[in-house]
């Protein structure tokens, strides 16, 4: 028996078991799959797969098992396209640009020479990340040139991805940010994320608590826009309220977690996530 809807992995988290768990309150065969295990004949057709929901954490275990899969005429959610753009800030940022979604202001530099004498004439702090990268991993807030040159160097014997350096405005926000969960062009849920102990992170996976946030239209058209602009399914579009410009959204993520959403708003994120896939198979 063919499934009705396949879940690409490579780690079970909660939302993983969440989604099956969906699947069997709605009488949906699930079948499971991780990647890791996943060897793939590219020059044959698979009908034994349904639409894909992609879950791998995996980076690039995510993009090539999504291109391979793609190849081969089966729909992935999210497509290939959302796992490049989404899944890099930098081509995210401008993007969104494009689409006309206000951002944090940034730049990029292609070596430590270039990246300091940017700092120096722009001014601190900054924020530098890696273009590819989450959970608030090799983020760090850039307050001098000491600082700067510490941080930097640190890098410049890493993998070449970690040597390109994306520089971000410090947004003079509250100590929060917002995660607003998309299935389709809806927010279904969103929540704050709050700094834990003074950190100036928001991510979870750091300390930092949650709680409902009210969705506004605002919020649900910059959303949407933010969506399209990566070409996304299923997305997390983290935002930021800036002091001076209101609401800035600063990443769209591929395979959003939404544990912490789930238990702070009631909503049925998963369920909802395995009707969109059913809609797809139709």
Known sequence: MSPDVTILYDTIRWEEKALLEAGKKKNINIQMVDCKNLALDLEIKPEDYGPVIQRCVSYYRNLH????LEG???NVI???NTGI???NKLFTHML???FGVPTPYAAVAFSKDAAIEHLETHGYPKVIKPTVGSWGRLISKLNDKDSAEGIIDSRESMYPI????YLEEFVSRPPRDIRAIMVGDKIVAAIYRTSGDGNWKTNMALGGTAEPCKVTPEMEEMCIKAKKAVQGDIVGVDLMESNDRG???H???NTTEYKNTVRVCGVDIPSLMIDYAMKKKK
């Open 85 to 87: 753009f989404a899944g």
């Open 162 to 165: 970690y040597q390109v350096h």
């Open 78 to 80: 999210n497509c290939l």
């Open 65 to 68: 098992s999504t291109a391979a």
């Open 96 to 98: 969104l640009k494009k």
């Open 251 to 253: 990443e769209v993520n």
């Open 72 to 74: 081969m005429g089966v």
């Open 247 to 249: 609401l800035v959204v």
